[in-house]
């Protein structure tokens, strides 16, 4: 029995890196399976997240990374950035990003990298506007529309 009892630890320590106690707390490592994030996160990069539940998913704030299954179909789970909460309206305007009228500084997409143009698209309540950081790389809300907050499975 205590060689079982070890030999369980030791797996949960290998694929939790370290952390046995993770799944404890619903925490679990994610992998990105495309490039999506980049530059944040590059094709199999792994990313470290916390569950979502009825409590905390009210508290997502812009620029939070999130995850949930694609909408509409099975897939792998997508790895995408909140960039618009319930009542904000979003578009994308000249290579960037405009949320509720005003540019968005977004230090994490690449210089040179341009967003196309979209919108506007105001979000509805209990939802949320996701996009990857890797703009003309990616599946976003600007292809499958907005993502509802119950859908969120965790936070990285």
Same mark, same amino acid.
């Given at each position: 029995?205590?060689?079982?009892?070890?030999?369980?630890?030791?797996?949960?320590?290998?694929? @939790?890196?370290?952390?046995?106690?993770?799944?404890?707390?619903?925490?679990?490592?994610?992998?990105?399976?495309?490039?999506?994030?980049?530059?944040?996160?590059?094709?199999?990069?792994?990313?470290?997240?916390?569950?979502?539940?009825?409590?905390?998913?009210?508290?997502?704030?812009?620029?939070?990374?999130?995850?949930?299954?694609?909408?509409g179909g099975p897939g792998p789970l997508m790895v995408r950035r909140v960039?618009?909460? !319930?009542?904000?309206?979003?578009?994308?305007? !000249?290579?960037?990003?405009?949320? @509720?009228?005003?540019?968005?500084?977004?230090?994490?997409?690449?210089?040179?990298?341009?967003?196309?143009?979209?919108?506007?698209?105001?979000v509805a309540a209990g939802s949320v506007f996701v996009m990857g950081d @890797?703009? @003309?790389?990616?599946?976003?809300?600007?292809?499958?529309?907005?993502?509802?907050?119950? !859908?969120?499975?965790?936070?990285?």
């Open positions: 029995m205590l060689v079982g009892v070890l030999a369980t630890v030791a797996t949960a320590t290998v694929v @939790n890196r370290g952390r046995p106690w993770a799944p404890l707390f619903g925490q679990r490592y994610f992998t990105v399976p495309d490039e999506s994030m980049l530059p944040t996160v590059r094709a199999g990069g792994r990313v470290w997240a916390t569950v979502l539940d009825t409590t905390t998913r009210p508290l997502l704030a812009r620029g939070t990374l999130v995850v949930f299954p694609p909408p960039v618009a909460l !319930a009542g904000d309206t979003v578009r994308g305007e !000249a290579g960037g990003l405009v949320l @509720n009228g005003k540019p968005v500084d977004e230090p994490f997409v690449t210089v040179g990298v341009r967003t196309d143009d979209f919108g506007p698209v105001t @890797n703009r @003309n790389g990616t599946v976003d809300s600007r292809n499958f529309g907005v993502v509802r907050l119950d !859908a969120l499975r965790f936070r990285v």
